[in-house]
């Protein structure tokens, strides 16, 4: 380059770093700062409709079994993508608020997933969880152990318990953390030396608990009288508009699922549809009752993966 082109393409390069970014957001990323309404008399907070949001939230970024009841044994390693179908109330409005109306009805996501067996019937798990067009991601993990397997040959299922938990990073203001203990049964049907399909059915009850972080309802208005506070709520006199969603206790989602895993050699092949029924367990904030409006739920995994 010329010694005196030097000088322009330095300044033409700081510009544009000093230029303005727009920020990314998905159809799916959450601005919980509409949720909460601002007057010159204060600010009210819909916390039944925090608390509905994160219940279906919660129910779509937690990790899904995708896998029956038998553990993969002592020297077993899977790995596999799911990729999930989820259903969100799209029309009701605390997703149309904090999400400008964007949401669709079905929400996919990606679930990769690693799995050891461990030795007697024990297996541990983890991987990760994205909810597409948002920047969410939730780190994920269980244990599987399998009560009463082996007996293959027999009409005698396989019984495992499991309990998995997730935690969700990415999300604007908003802190999320999942458990869910379940139970489940399977029976391997054998085809051959290589390829065999087992069948499974559980119950899962699901633990969802959130909070946000300290929120700013005006967040281009001084909290300090002048002037300048003219067009804000409460005018001059700068009131606070700072708020927080609170963590009202527990929030309980109940998923019976049912499935099927194929093995062909070490290709692994799976589906699972879950159904997780409207939140009905309130929230007490301050002794007063907070509602989970939470809809029917319906999720639906498509596995892929391989069996070693």
Known sequence: M???LLPHAALIGSALAMAPRSVWA?????????????????????????????????????????????SLGLSGFAISADVGLNTISDGASYWDRASDGEADRVAPTLQIIGRKGLWPGLELGGGAT???????????????AALHEGFHHLP?????????????LGAKDLSLTTAAPAV????????????NVTPYVG????????????LDATPNCDEFPDSYNMNCPGGANGMTNEFVFRNAGAIVRHRPFFGARMIFSVIRLGFEAMFAPPGNRDGKLGGRSIADNSKLQQQYTFSMGLDF
């Open 130 to 144: 994205h909810l597409f067009d948002s920047r969410m991601w939730a780190i994920t993990g269980y244990a599987k």
């Open 156 to 168: 005698i299922p396989t019984i495992a318990i499991r309990g998995s938990f997730s935690r969700l």
């Open 26 to 70: 998905g159809k799916y990323d959450l601005d919980l700062t509409r949720l909460a309404t601002v007057s010159a008399t204060g600010i009210t907070q819909d916390n039944a409709g925090f608390r509905s949001l994160v219940s279906e939230l919660g129910a779509v970024m937690a990790p899904r079994p995708a896998d029956p009841a038998d």
């Open 184 to 195: 489940e049964i399977s029976h391997v049907f054998g085809l051959g030396k290589t390829f």
């Open 203 to 214: 119950y899962e009850a699901l633990f969802v608990l959130a909070r946000s972080t300290v």
């Open 2 to 4: 010329h010694r005196r």
